[in-house]
């Protein structure tokens, strides 16, 4: 059975920072592509970063590319995203995903974890 299990959401400041992890676990981690998307209340869920299985291709969405990055460490099983100088806008529900299929969608799935950002 998969599991992805996000971690290091909570309630901070505007300008603090926050790390979060996916912890993977039943399926081999190191050969599948991941990523990180958000939702905030009433909005549709958004890409944030991306990463390729091996670690060397890594992205995030061009607004955010200079506070936010995503890393892996295969060994551990884990994904993480690191977010800097937050903004209340950065607030929403960060999910982990895992195994990009060709049509684009994502195989699976963290249940999400709350960051908010406050002024």
């Known amino acids: 059975q998969v599991q992805l299990v996000e971690s290091g959401g909570g309630v901070v400041q505007a300008g603090a920072s926050l790390r979060l992890s996916c912890i993977f676990s039943?399926?081999?981690?190191?050969?599948?592509?991941a990523a990180w998307f958000r939702q905030a209340l009433g909005k549709e869920r958004e890409f944030v970063a991306f990463?390729?299985?091996?670690?060397?291709?890594?992205y995030s969405e061009h607004s955010l590319k200079d506070r936010f990055t995503i890393s892996r460490v295969n060994a551990w099983n884990t994904l993480y995203l690191q977010m800097n100088s937050l903004k209340p806008e950065d607030t929403a529900t960060y999910y982990c995903a895992l195994d990009k299929l060709p049509d684009g969608t994502w195989r699976y799935w963290g249940q999400g974890i709350q960051v908010t950002v406050s002024s």
């Open positions: 039943g399926i081999p981690f190191g050969t599948d592509a």
């Open positions: 990463i390729n299985g091996a670690g060397s291709t890594a």
